[in-house]
């Protein structure tokens, strides 16, 4: 009796306890939910008046759904409104936090706590409006339909919202698609507009009451579901961030069955639920934009530049009924002082939009990979988003020697919601990025290396058959030569600036530096001379080239003898200071003779060049 | 306020240094292997075979990078 009075005592404050702690003396004055059911995506507006019935000042307010909406949830976001008259303006978001509530379990409800901007005193009210996206819900019935038919879905809901407050006066709106509609439950009051269905206005609805709803209706709007894409975005701090992306589409509207006719579907335009038209929207200044599958290119598609943003729209190569799929690549490139932008703190960050640039379509996981250029350092990713799983991997590129460090995001069930900016942020130090020219330099200078080598070794087959020997006699040869044609050369460069002084002292008649230069040239330039002669005849069989070595030789002493007699006449003329005619007559016939030798000698060098 | 980040090179510029720096490292390239083939082994200069060989593999290698860079492939 006691253990029974005392467990019912013990139950009754659990209650108490539980309730109070759900009921947080909130109360819900004014309901306004619409749903709009137009796309595949089913979108919920609610708004909320509620008013602070209770003591305590309250500062969260709990927001419920049905677990079989949850589950198919993809999007919930809050606001705070003011309200003035006739006139809503949305102010500051709210956070909204899933959080776990142990009451029983029969109830199945899943709570979200929204954090209120200030907390509500005693009898004061504030406006919520919170919005949510629930992909999948509308689901195809009759699941299979021919091409003729058109396709209709049911939506499951509820005509009282799930809520843990009381509700004192709540209506809700249904927008379709279109007019027709097959059946949808009543629940009085609920009134049947042109392209809506209003249930409502219910009074005084006790909390976590329910009352399911299903309505059947027309719906065409494309069912585009991308099942899985990966999209992979490259930095390259050259000036370019390349995107490509792999989609794998897929219509999951009612699945097509008797067969396809093409004819039907061109001529009587039968399939009104099939789709073929598709368009992104991509970031403005999107350029090299690709468009292909596995066969190769596909060319149904056109680029439009606005300029706040690019459209592509494209059509796959056969339109889309229910139950096909396609899969195909779209690729673009942006430039980089578009996206990548350099932190405060030195460090750079990727700033990109999540998620699909596809219009309405619905991702059911996609994977984001963000590749950083070589040399990065420390990725961490800043993201509005509460991303599924995020990991590093390592990807081999263009140049690269390590590889490059690449961030991977996923998430699953994406709607346009998400398409938001996110950021990347990593540590780069600008002389990293001198390794790729680097790396280009060293592969031809190896080149190199490798020319230099094979043309200094020598690896013959026999050392001492006979090609080989008169090879490397005539390597000498054309070494002694090349010398010999050298110091010729200089010394025909030192008979110039003889010429050049002569000329010199014949308009200014200075004498000094015409002695000078006659020493310069009667230096050591004969001994070698001499010394390549000799070597040349020790090891050189061949008579022709030695016996034009040995005239030009002759020949060139006998210039040099010669211009040496013209320059001491020269010189002697001047110091005896005579007038210019008679220097000129007395210089006549060695200058002739001098530039008779002088012509001969470039004859001869001349024909030791064959 | 975030600085964008752009290439250290105008990207405008990258088909003249294209051409430039292929132009110059062909040039000695050329001549490298014009000193290679009329001197006798004997009388090679080592150190100006590295001189040319590695002034010109600079160039080429600059050049190289650049005319990957023009044509769209961001290295």
Redesign the interface.
């Known amino acids: 009796m006691a253990a029974s009075s005392l467990c019912l005592i013990g139950c009754l404050a659990l209650w108490i306890l539980t309730g109070a702690a759900l009921a947080e003396d909130l109360v819900v004055a004014k309901l306004d939910r619409r749903v709009d059911l137009t796309s595949q995506v089913a979108r919920t507006l609610v708004s909320f008046k509620i008013e602070n019935s209770g003591s305590d000042p309250a500062t969260k307010f709990l927001f419920a759904l049905s677990k079989d909406q949850f589950d198919h949830l993809a999007y919930i976001s809050a606001a705070s409104v003011s309200v003035k008259g006739k006139s809503r303006t949305q102010s500051a978001p709210l956070t909204v936090k899933e959080v776990e509530k142990k009451e029983d379990p029969s109830s199945d409800a899943v709570y979200f706590e929204i954090s209120l901007e200030k907390s509500l005193e005693q009898g004061q009210a504030a406006t919520i409006d919170v919005q949510y996206a629930l992909t999948h819900t509308l689901t195809p019935f009759p699941r299979e339909i021919r091409q003729s038919e058109t396709q209709l879905v049911l939506y499951h809901d509820s005509a009282y919202v799930l809520s843990p407050y009381l509700v004192k006066f709540q209506t809700t709106f249904f927008k379709l698609p279109g007019s027709r509609v097959e059946s949808y439950t009543k629940v009085e009051p609920t009134k049947l507009g042109d392209k809506e269905i209003k249930y409502g206005p219910y009074e005084n609805v006790s909390p976590l009451s329910q009352a399911p709803v299903t309505l059947q209706f027309e719906n065409n709007r494309p069912f585009a579901v991308v099942e899985t894409l990966e999209q992979e975005i490259e930095i390259s701090h050259w000036g370019n961030v390349y995107a490509t992306e792999n989609y794998h589409l897929k219509h999951t509207g009612a699945r097509l069955k008797g067969g396809f006719s093409r004819l039907d579907y061109q001529a009587k335009g039968n399939g009104v639920s099939a789709f073929r038209y598709l368009a992104a929207i991509l970031p403005p200044r999107a350029h090299s934009i690709y468009y292909r599958d596995e066969i190769g290119n596909i060319s149904t598609s056109h680029v439009r530049n606005e300029p706040k943003r690019t459209i592509v729209e494209f059509e796959p190569r056969y339109p889309l009924f229910g139950g096909w799929q396609v899969k195909f690549t779209l690729g673009y490139s942006v430039p980089l002082q578009d996206f990548v932008f350099l932190a405060p703190d030195g460090s750079r960050y990727l700033n990109f939009t999540f998620g699909s640039p596809l219009v309405d379509v619905v991702v059911e996981k996609i994977t984001t990979k963000v590749v950083l250029p070589e040399g990065s350092r420390d990725p961490s990713v800043e993201a509005p988003l509460a991303l599924d799983e995020q990991h590093q991997e390592v990807k081999h590129s263009y140049l690269d020697t390590v590889g490059r460090k690449v961030v991977v995001l996923t998430k699953k069930n994406v709607v346009a919601e998400h398409n938001v900016p996110f950021q990347v942020k990593y540590k780069f130090n600008p002389l990293a990025m001198l390794a790729e020219p680097l790396m280009l330099i060293f592969g031809f200078f190896c080149f190199f290396l490798a020319c230099m080598a094979y043309l200094h070794f020598d690896f013959p087959i026999s050392k001492s058959s006979a090609a080989y020997q008169a090879r490397l006699q005539q390597e000498e040869v054309l070494d002694l030569l090349q010398r010999f044609q050298k110091l010729m050369k200089r010394r025909l460069f030192e008979a110039e600036k003889l010429e050049a002084a002569l000329r010199d002292l014949a308009r200014t008649g200075d004498v000094a530096p015409c002695k000078a230069s006659k020493k310069l040239v009667d230096a050591t330039l004969s001994k070698e001379v001499k010394a390549i002669h000799e070597a040349l005849q020790a090891t050189s069989r061949s008579s022709s080239v030695n016996s034009k070595v040995e005239a030009l030789i002759t020949k060139e002493k006998e210039k040099h003898e010669r211009l040496l007699q013209k320059l001491n006449l020269t010189v002697d003329l001047y110091e005896r200071k005579m007038s210019s005619k008679e220097i000129d007559s007395r210089l006549a016939p060695h200058e002739q003779k001098y530039t008779h030798l002088k012509s001969e000698v470039a004859e001869l060098m001349d024909s030791l060049d064959d | 306020m975030?600085?964008?980040?752009?290439?250290?090179?105008p990207?405008g510029l990258y088909p003249l240094l294209t051409i430039l720096f292929l132009t110059v490292g062909l040039v000695l390239t050329a001549s490298?292997?014009i000193y290679?083939i009329t001197?006798?082994?004997?009388?090679?200069s080592f150190p100006r075979?590295?001189l040319t060989?590695?002034a010109?593999?600079?160039f080429?290698?600059?050049g190289?990078?650049f005319l990957?860079?023009s044509t769209?492939?961001?290295?």
Not at chain 2, 2 to 9: D, E, L, N
Not at chain 2, 39 to 44: D, F, G, I, K, M
């Open positions: 975030a600085v964008a980040i752009s290439s250290p090179v990207e490298f292997f290679e001197t006798s082994s004997l009388s090679r075979e590295i060989g590695g010109s593999s600079i080429l290698g600059l190289a990078l990957l860079l769209g492939v961001y290295v």
